[in-house]
């Protein structure tokens, strides 16, 4: 019943020739990239304006200006990102690259700043998505926590029966989303330039200015924004899964999507301003734009195709997380088991590991976007500025044609993505930045402690030591006795199949008992089979230290302890037996010369 | 540093010989089983509010001639059970005189009319002790989940360290409390009587009349005052623990218990009336007497004393539960487990099950307590019921001196609280008591269950079988090889050391890996010791398939499939290595013929 459940809820097993990849055209290939980048749009603006809001009403006319600084940056990063998809056309994600070019730290620093850029990810979207539906259901807005959590759940459940035929499920919302924001951006447009009569956001006034507008409030507007950027990494991650010619087509859906972001990000940025919209947890910009520009069907589309875009790009961290926690437990810096694939052929533990920490995030900041940004901003810049950083080694190092031009272009890359890295560090340090500047190195000496480990593992376990030879097979068995039954006769005769010396114990204070047992058992039990010997001893508490003075008898020797366990016919009777042999394993895990083995006696009826 | 912490929170094990027992003299007593009832006083009188005030504010002039209805009941209850005490003073709970008295079925009714009455009085007595704090914090009203749940929390370790110290610690609140709450009652009655100038409750008036004062109504009330009565029957469960002579110590405290129990109930109920209380979640009725006719240190007294007697009354289901259980247990009726006792000599299975369902109880009902009355009351009459019907049932067969009169005694208890019974259940049905209903008879069909499984189990295993015979000799092994180490090495010495016949297989798709391996096998093992075979052969995926099909090579021959486990030498190192033999194990775990060891390679680095 339990497999029954296990298949309902994630599918039936699959064979391991199932694993198909199907290539990506340009327009599917912004479906199934562009969702962490396009989706940004949900509360990039946002930001910016809860920073300038806090200097006054006034001070919201410098989103535009701080809007066009961050397309400025932008485009620097494509530009950049545009060579390194032809410089690594197998795929030159941030780890790659770094680790490749500037070596084993940095790149470890990567991975730890893109695990914590996937795990935020999840948090942010879906968050982010849930405020997107509150805003045309306000009575959801209590039930914010839960809502996201069975989002998150929702994504690990499909993730562990693996989505294959995921392309089709991205393109249409992706498209829905862009179209209709366009849309809105573009009515919006005319409605405030040619037609006048600006609308107004419906939204409470900001109150007063508390702060003084500081070029550091100027500096945290811009940190904020810059989370637009978030997922236009991506791509040149995944150039291997476009149509040939890869890179060209990866550059090309690049520059088209950076193009599409630029122009919404823009504009949604432009008429928050011009429509006096003050970001709240019930409402983000693109809301207050649609209710005041477009309040009728277009506004729910574009609010519905946003909720289902940001929980499919926080279902790109599911692929992406278990991706590189496989890749670097492949390297010996993570739990092996990250590189198992599950029965769906799916990288089961990394799915469920960002899951269950994406709901420890949500819990904890209590599903507010805004609370979880500042931990966001940071390790994506991160990722920018060590990937830009390698990519001038690489041309330092392989110096092809036009050599100069393109370290130039990535120098300059790696210069403003690295100066918004520290910008976005020191605006938003106190807001939370600081826990992921501490997360980053933590992460990174586990990573090598871990493969430490592996390393001093494989050395203790490459001497094989000497062939066998015969002073190997006299071999000892212990059986722990409560009364003589068939439990106890079947452990007894496969220990002798196992064992020349076979010691049954019968715990007992004073020996009565096991006098007695003794008769029976001799009976039972009179003349042991050729070159065996079956004793019966007494044996004291606790059991633990006897089984240890039994072994430093004969230290030479393995002692195997078998421990009859009963195992009923059905499942559900299994929290009727005694799982002792549990803890005597566990008493006598780090023992050397002991083996603790359960010898099932199946039931039938 | 598992360990360490364990140490921490539950103290150092216990030596056996550490089970001592203290008796108690009449003093102590009221202390230690006076608990539960002296406390319901904190939520009885509110249960008679609760449903007269459906009526209107004049329907609470009813509450005292409900209550002394009650009274009336707690007098025939105790003249009942002072004759159980007398009957069974190695202990007479309502299970023991039903089972001895009545048969097995309704002895079993009784123990999960017992279990539920526990675990009710956990829940109903640790939010009620919240509330009691609630009243003058008021503040902590937000958090009475958390902190209901952090006070099971509390008693659960508290217990699982073991309470061998416990009687002073109960005695001290107990005496607070009946002294505060009797001076309080005293203060009250002079107020409202001599002094004149009646004071009122401060609470917000009660609402007008929804309901027609119904003789239905009027049953309700009684059916929640009758959770006054709660507890009443603890002593008779524990006559033994009273200093000599133990029946009449134990008669006598049960008098003089319920005569503090009826003046304090009587008491509280009639001040209430009159100073015109109105039950809330934040205050009760004592509350609202208190803050009306001594609103100072008193009150404070009376609330914080009231506070931790409903803590300690929780305390004691800590006890009777687990007990219970064990008892019921060893009777083969419930998991074998719960009569283990733990490390600190306490049965640990059955205080963490009662915490744990008590705490689902809390979160589900909200911390409420009015909500949770009607589970409770179902429970305890349930009890009573059965407990005097055993007992005229045990006059019927024994008929020592004055039986007739004797048999008269319990027979009015049995009629009255069968009676009582009857009207809760009918009157809280719909609230909650059909939970119990059904409940009851679900525990007593699962009781059976078990006891019919143990009894096959029994039987199956009680065919020892003949003795071992030569032909037990051989024994076969099977070890999964990924490649050629120390820990392959090892298994392999090992196996050598168990079996004549060990097969070490490789799994591989094409062959090939398996060749190369067999190279440097072969190598190793050159000439295996003699009589002993060791091969190394390619498997196919699944490997549990490929294992089953080795085994029906010789279905009469153990297979013994080892598995090498890596142990590290720091136990924070584990989750680094593969429990890969866990699969394995669960898979093949109901497959006859096929024992799943590890075989544990130790590392020392």
């Known amino acids: 019943m339990a497999r029954s459940l296990q ?26 990239f562009g969702l962490d980048a396009l989706s940004s749009v949900a509360y990039a603006p946002d930001e910016i304006l809860y920073a300038l809001l806090l200097a006054g009403a006034a001070a919201a006319r410098l989103s535009l200006p701080i809007a066009v600084a ?68 306000p009575a959801l807005d209590t039930h914010r926590v839960s809502a996201s959590v069975a989002g998150i759940l929702l994504l690990m459940v499909v993730n562990l029966r693996g989505v294959r035929e995921a392309g089709a499920i991205f393109v249409l919302p992706t498209y829905l989303f862009v179209g209709s924001l366009g849309a809105l951006v573009v009515w919006g447009l005319l409605r405030v330039t040619v037609l006048g009569g600006v609308p107004q956001a419906v939204h409470a006034a900001p109150s007063a200015a508390v702060e003084v507008l500081t070029p550091f409030l100027v500096l945290h507007a811009f940190a904020g924004g810059c989370t637009a950027m978030t997922g236009i990494e991506a791509i040149a991650n995944g150039v291997p ?13 690049l520059s088209t999507l950076a193009g599409i972001l630029a122009v919404l990000f823009l504009g949604v940025t432009y008429l928050g301003q011009r429509v006096g919209a003050v970001p709240t947890a019930q409402a983000n910009v693109v809301a207050q734009v649609g209710r005041a520009v477009a309040d009728g069907p277009l506004f729910y589309l574009v609010q519905l195709s946003a909720a289902v875009v940001l929980l499919l790009a926080a279902n790109t961290s599911f692929n992406g997380f278990p991706l590189l926690a496989a890749i670097i437990a492949r390297d010996g810096y993570f739990p092996h088991q990250f590189t198992k694939r599950g029965q769906r052929l799916v ?103 871990i493969h430490a480990h592996y390393q001093r593992t494989r050395e203790e376990l490459a001497n094989v030591g000497p062939s066998p030879d015969p002073h190997d097979l006299r071999h000892r068995t212990l059986i722990p006795v409560h ?3 068939r439990a106890t006769a079947e452990a007894v005769r496969y220990a002798l199949s196992a064992s020349d010396s076979v010691i049954a114990v019968h715990i007992d204070d004073d020996g009565a ?15 042991p089979p050729a070159d065996r010997a079956v004793t019966l001893s007494r044996g004291d508490r606790p059991l633990v230290d006897y089984i240890q003075r039994v072994q430093a008898e004969e230290p030479r020797q393995p002692l195997t302890v078998m421990v009859p366990e009963v195992i009923p016919h059905h499942w559900w009777e299994e929290p009727l037996h005694n799982q002792s042999a549990f803890g005597l394993e566990l008493a006598l895990r780090y023992k050397d010369g002991i083996v603790v083995t359960t010898v099932p006696i199946r039931l039938h009826r």
Not at 513 to 527: D, P
Request: hydrophobic share 55%; aromatic share 10%; proline share 4%.
């Open 483 to 485: 009364k003589l039954n």
């Open 347 to 449: 990288y089961s533990n990394g799915i469920i590991v960002i899951g269950v920490l994406a709901i420890a995030l949500v819990v904890v900041f209590r599903g507010s976007t805004h609370a979880l940004i500042p931990l966001f901003a940071v390790g994506v810049f991160l990722c920018f500025t060590l990937s830009q950083a390698g990519m001038i080694q690489h041309w330092l190092r392989t110096r092809g044609p036009w050599w100069r031009l393109k370290l130039a272009v990535n120098g300059v890359g790696a210069l403003a993505t690295g100066l918004a890295t520290v910008v976005v560090v020191v605006a938003k340090f106190a807001a939370g930045a600081w826990l992921v500047v501490l997360l980053v190195p933590f992460l990174v000496m586990n990573f090598l402690a």
């Open 70 to 137: 961050i397309t400025a940056l932008l485009l620097i990063v494509t530009v950049s990102y545009r060579q390194t998809i032809f410089a690594y056309p197998h795929g030159g994600g941030s780890f790659t690259v770094a680790r490749e070019n500037l070596g084993r730290i940095p790149g470890l620093v990567a991975a730890a700043a893109l695990m914590v850029d996937y795990l935020t990810v999840v948090a942010v979207s879906v968050t982010a998505g849930v405020q997107a539906i509150v805003a045309f259901v």
């Open 513 to 527: 008992e096991t006098r007695q047992l003794q008769h029976t058992w001799q009976a039972w039990c009179e003349h």
């Open 7 to 32: 298949h309902m809820l994630l599918g039936r097993p699959l064979p391991t020739t199932a694993m198909l990849e199907e290539r990506l055209t340009r327009p599917r290939a912004i479906g199934a």
């Open 241 to 253: 899964v476009f149509k040939r010619p890869e890179a060209r087509n990866a550059a090309a859906t």
